[in-house]
């Protein structure tokens, strides 16, 4: 599978014997499939806000984690998880009043027109269930994805997440258009040519007698390389699959929960009315909660035909973690947080960039931000090795961020919503010298 940032086995001779044993070890009880994150992987055993901590002590600043999107163990989070385990945890088979105070709530933060919400373990299922809601009400089966999306692990899922790689098999009915990409092309007619891409996706299943079921964009194209600006440019794809008798999906897994800084939901910034949104990492914190929202037509179409039943999703505890994130992003602003300190890090990054040639590019919104690394500022050449050497320099440094985008020459930066200004300051100075470090060998 193609991941950035992945340790790989020629970097096992540069770990420490305790290590090399544990990957070892790691390797022959889990076999192939997994990855592990930077050339020297971190052995993790705690976490703290927007700290973590390995096993030898040593303290991380984690800029990447959004799932424990209020902060590691946040105490309000880890308090009504306790309770609600001491107490009961059941299914949505029995009358549980909590899970609807919990929906109202949480429904209460989207567009009106989204009135009912159903509960998974996991985004991958949340959006399996999108697909199939869309498949129901359309008729239709195809799907539009980004180039290079990821939108979850099912059989069905990995069939329209083309970030898997090559030898993971897009499905027949699926089609994907590139991102829409401001540094590479004309900012001015971003939305335009994405909705162009779009209906030509369109015009092409319909050739091969397909009907388009759903378009599905995680609106940060966190996997694609981050593309947040100028807000507005998915209207024109989502009216074209619309025109075209398909949904628009809007996949919030990575940009929901406040991170954008704007607003409560990802697509918020972009002035567009999706028919679902799907939901999932920052939910529960850490406890597996997920799910989706949508037109009641639409679950009511689905629901005539099939019932739905997920053992675990939406159980008294999941709810429990779920409701005590919703109250902790309300009672800490976060959402001004993510706002705010996005900002400052981006101007933070934009000055860095005065002194340091490898940053071609600082983009996102709140507190989700791309920095792409280049080999030549003219030619916006990417860099990918640069970018893991900056990244593998940061964790040594005790910053912990990723990488993405096709070439894997982005920085993706996107910390627990909690980071403060003087996280961000810590960041910005360890980030400069890095750089500078890098540049100079
Ligand atoms: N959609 C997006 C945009 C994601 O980033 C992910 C997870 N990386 C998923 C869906 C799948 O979520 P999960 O891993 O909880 O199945």
Not at 220 to 242: N, Q, R, T, W, Y
Not at 305 to 315: E, I
Not at 409 to 436: S, Y
Request: glycine share 10%.
């Amino acid at each position: 599978m193609a991941m950035t940032n992945a340790f790989s086995q020629s970097d096992m001779n540069n770990l420490s014997e305790r290590d090399r044993t544990l990957v070892e070890r790691r390797a022959r009880i889990l076999g192939p499939a997994y990855r592990l994150f930077y050339q020297n992987p971190v052995n993790i055993v705690r976490g703290e806000g927007v700290f973590l901590e390995d096993a030898d002590g040593k303290r991380y600043l984690d800029a990447y984690n959004n799932v424990a999107s209020v902060g590691h163990c946040h105490p309000a989070v880890v308090e009504a998880i306790t309770r609600q385990t001491a107490v009961l945890n059941t299914h949505t088979r029995y009358i549980y009043e909590p899970l609807l105070d919990y929906a109202e709530d949480l429904i209460s933060t989207f567009p009106v027109h989204l009135g009912q919400i159903m509960l998974t373990c996991t985004g991958s299922e949340a959006n399996d269930l999108a697909f199939r809601l869309a498949k129901s009400v359309t008729g239709g089966t195809g799907v539009i994805v980004t180039d290079l999306a990821y939108h979850g692990l099912t059989n069905a899922v990995s069939e329209f997440s083309p970030s898997l790689g090559a030898f993971v098999d897009l499905g027949a009915h699926v089609r994907t258009v590139p991102a829409p990409d401001a540094y590479r092309t004309s900012s001015a007619s971003l939305g335009e040519t994405f909705k162009a891409d779009v209906e030509r996706a369109i015009a092409g299943m319909k050739r091969h007698g397909i009907k388009p079921a759903m378009l599905i964009v995680d609106a940060i194209f966190s996997s694609d390389g981050i593309f947040a600006e100028p807000a507005g440019f998915l209207k024109g794809a989502v009216d074209a699959i619309h025109a075209a008798g398909g949904l628009f999906v809007a996949d919030e897994v990575q940009p929901g929960f406040g991170r954008t800084g704007d607003s409560m939901w990802g697509f918020e910034r972009h002035g567009i009315l999706p028919d679902l949104v799907t939901l999932g990492k920052p939910m529960g914190n850490g406890y597996p909660v997920a799910g989706l929202v949508a037109r009641p037509e639409i679950i009511a179409d689905f629901g005539e035909k099939a019932r739905y039943f997920n053992t675990f999703g939406g159980n008294p505890v999941a709810v429990a973690a779920g409701h005590a994130v919703l109250k902790v992003i309300r009672d800490e602003r976060l959402i001004d947080n993510a706002k705010n300190t996005g900002a400052l890090i981006r101007k933070g990054i934009a000055e860095i960039a005065t002194r340091r040639a490898s940053i071609g590019d600082v983009r996102g919104a709140g507190l989700f931000i791309g920095i792409e690394i280049v080999s030549d500022r003219e030619k916006k050449t990417p860099d990918g090795a640069m970018t893991t050497r900056i990244v593998n320099e940061l964790r040594h440094r005790g910053v912990l961020i990723s990488s993405a985008g096709p070439k894997a020459n982005v920085l993706k930066i996107r910390p627990p919503l909690p980071f403060g200004p003087a996280h961000a300051g810590q960041l910005l100075t360890i980030l400069d010298e890095t750089i500078g470090a890098l540049e100079a060998r």
